[in-house]
């Protein structure tokens, strides 16, 4: 899975920040450095980050460079990594030397930094020992290789204009081999711990209960292989048609594209007509990019390859000020397409929305062609409602599916919401955090910031209510489903990291990339790619023992979490005080909206 993150603020520096994650291990990149850019990851995040991509030199995508490099300055648990354009080792040189190295002998950290030419790619080692005073050459290689490739994610660079040398990057996880169920069940097999040996494609033969099949045989009639997720980023670069011609091929077939422009348009000379396909959908472009503005869209399938070759998108943009602002618990949320259905039925409530994320499947990682989509959220009923004789409808629901998409709509009003929040309920916790975020406001944000603190050691009981909920579930079903398993593992899982950690994570693909179970990764395999309702190709007796022996764990951290007991009387003040304020706010602005007094009618 391929996350993408812009940090900082509008019309202010910024950085794009990406994780490939295939649940077996993790590569995380930061593309750029602006100013404070870093300061919205936690700390353990930025120590993580194996490489830091530079597109340019200029002071507004290099200011945060020292927020980085203060937090990694002796890292030794992993390499560290730069790359950028020519003469990154030498003004990177010179902000490594600006600080007093006075304990340098006892630092043992060494930074490889890459200067990305046209031709070749020149690699220069400083040593934090030797107080980062030299640089040495390391060696040099040609330019046809990719920069960076590792199990999940490859990293290619273009050559862009911008006053110099500015670099693009071109970022592609690997074809995924993705198990087909349906041919299981033709061939009458049952899954099992031999699908992660026929993945990874190191044994000759599988044997799958008592019989034994040849490997490749086995993996050409079960394996499907589709492109994995990518991305182009590009920013601060001309663009016109000669650039657009060039660019046109190396972007081909890719998914995702985050560009901020450079130049004017003004300047570009713009025709009023155009005859290709590529021109039309460019052209779309040109209307609607402002200038300087962040943007990113997705490539559908549908669009037709334009003449040359290239494949480019239609528009579809993202800027750091949409029409429903991105604010989560971090400064910049996921750049994840939802169908547009999505926002007309957040646009429909007919109560103001404090926020809207997504919930279900999708949050968990494994949706199939067929899920339906999860909004969840708050609302603020009006004071009508709240102060008179009649008991309020706190709740709304609202249930669409117009053939293409089926959604399922539950928001509360904010004090149910918040009501349950306080009472140790996880699953309206994992409705607040959740990064895929389709409609937000400034108070969202604030009651996130609250978040950290409403956990206590006694959520573990509700995760443990959860996940025997499903299991008991799944045991009464005449043919179990992958479903209702994959939700009994995500809860528990989701219970343990939470009693371990403090944070909220109901992913299962990144749970399990801690976890590390590898029929977890078969099962949601099976899940993305089949039905809804797809049955569990095998009987339960391995899986029950797997999920008692995580419920066993779950259960013994009870005693053993470094959480709270209780949420600080303070915390709940803050909460309640933040019901307060929004309902008043929304008050005084109705009032507002009308032009006449708040206290009218009183």
């Not at 713009?270 to 200038?291: I, M, N, Y």
């Not at 939802?338 to 279900?360: C, K, M, N, R, W």
């Not at 045991?475 to 219970?495: C, I, N």
Request: include cysteine; charged fraction near 25%.
């Amino acid at each position: 899975m391929l996350t993408i993150e812009v940090l900082g603020q509008p019309a202010q520096d910024n950085a794009l920040w990406v994780q490939a994650d295939n649940g077996q291990g993790i590569t995380r990149l930061l593309l750029d450095c602006g100013a404070a850019t870093v300061s919205g990851l936690p700390m353990a995040e930025i120590q993580q980050i194996d490489h830091l991509l530079l597109s340019h030199l200029h002071i507004d995508h290099i200011a945060g460079f020292d927020d980085f490099f203060r937090v990694n300055f002796d890292r030794r648990t992993k390499e560290n990594h730069i790359w950028g354009p020519p003469e990154t080792a030498r003004i990177l040189g010179h902000r490594f030397q600006g600080f007093w190295w006075n304990h340098a002998p006892d630092h043992r950290a060494s930074w490889l930094v890459h200067e990305v030419g046209a031709e070749e790619i020149r690699t220069f080692r400083f040593e934090a020992g030797e107080a980062f005073a030299h640089a040495h050459p390391v060696g040099t290689r040609q330019r046809e290789d990719c920069l960076i490739e590792t199990p999940q994610l490859r990293v290619d660079a273009l050559n862009l204009q911008h006053h110099g040398t500015s670099l693009g990057f071109l970022l592609r996880e690997p074809e995924r081999a993705n198990v087909s169920a349906a041919k299981m069940r033709e061939l009458g097999l049952k899954g099992g711990p031999w699908l992660a040996q026929l993945k990874a494609g190191e044994a000759a033969t599988v044997q799958v209960g008592e019989q034994v099949w040849d490997a490749q045989e086995l993996r050409q009639r079960l394996l499907e292989v589709s492109p994995g997720e990518s991305a182009a980023y590009l920013t601060d670069f001309l663009l016109n048609d000669t650039e657009l011609a060039r660019l046109a091929p190396s972007c081909k077939a890719l998914k995702r594209f985050i560009w901020k422009r450079s130049t004017p348009p003004k300047t570009l000379n713009w025709r009023a007509k155009t005859t290709t396909p590529l021109s039309r959908r460019v052209r779309g472009w040109r209307r609607r990019l402002e200038w300087g503005a962040w943007c990113c869209c997705t490539c559908p399938a549908a669009i037709p390859k334009p003449t040359g070759g290239g494949c480019w998108p239609q528009h579809r943009p993202f800027s750091r000020q949409p029409a429903f602002p991105r604010i989560g618990p971090r400064k910049g949320g996921p750049m994840t397409s939802y169908p547009p259905q999505l926002t007309e039925a957040v646009q429909d409530h007919p109560y103001p929305l404090l926020f809207a994320t997504i919930s279900g499947a999708h949050l968990y990682g494994f949706p199939s062609p067929d899920s339906d989509w999860d909004l969840r959220g708050a609302h603020i009923l009006p004071l009508p409602e709240v102060l008179g004789l009649d008991e309020p409808n706190e709740t709304h629901e609202l249930t669409r599916d117009d053939g293409e998409v089926e959604l399922d709509l539950v928001t509360h009003d904010l004090r149910k919401f918040a009501a349950l929040l306080l009472r140790r309920n996880g699953y309206v916790l994992e409705q607040l955090l959740s990064p895929l975020i389709v409609h937000t406001t400034p108070a969202h944000a604030e009651l996130c910031a609250l978040a950290p603190q409403l956990v206590t050691r006694h959520h573990v009981y509700h995760y443990l209510g959860f996940t025997n909920k499903q299991w008991a579930l799944l045991e009464k079903e005449e043919q179990p489903r992958v479903k209702p398993l994959l939700y009994a593992f995500r809860t528990v899982l989701t219970g343990i990291h939470l009693m371990r950690t403090g944070e909220v994570q109901a992913n299962l693909e990144r749970l399990n990339a801690e976890a590390k179970l590898p029929y977890l990764t078969d099962l949601m395999e099976l899940k993305r790619g089949g039905r809804e309702k797809e049955p569990l190709p095998g009987p339960l007796d391995f899986y029950r023992a797997e999920h008692g022996r995580l419920l066993a764990e779950l259960e013994g951290l009870k005693d053993t979490t470094h959480l709270q007991h209780e949420v600080p009387a303070e915390v709940r003040r803050a909460v309640s005080d933040l019901v307060v304020r929004v309902r008043l706010g929304a008050v005084r602005g109705l009032a507002q909206r009308r032009q006449q007094p708040l206290t009218h009618g009183l």
